[in-house]
């Protein structure tokens, strides 16, 4: 499960990107709430996959090649965002 609030700006580096990384590599299932999903784009796995987050987040996952989609909910492949708080 990646957190979000601050969070993103402080953990979107290793040892956290290793572990996304080979977590994605390895087919497991992943979770992100509210800007978790900054992590997801800034790892690069966000790529082709549907996401949604909190609004004014929306450029930098899209930018990274994800499929922004606008309900609260969005499950790609084996992962489960979800926009918190709103």
């Known amino acids: 499960m990646l957190l979000g609030g601050r969070a993103p700006e402080y953990l979107a580096h ?5 572990l996304v ?7 497991k299932a992943l979770a992100s709430i ?15 996959h549907k996401i949604t987050t909190f609004p004014p987040v929306k ?5 990274s090649g994800a499929h922004w989609v606008e309900p609260d909910t969005s499950n790609s492949g084996g992962w489960h965002t979800q926009l918190i708080g709103t």
């Open 21 to 27: 990384i080979k977590l994605f590599s390895s087919g």
């Open 34 to 48: 509210c800007l978790g999903q900054l992590i997801l784009a800034a790892v690069g796995v966000a790529k082709d």
């Open 14 to 18: 290793d040892p956290l990107v290793a």
């Open 59 to 63: 450029p930098a996952p899209v930018a």
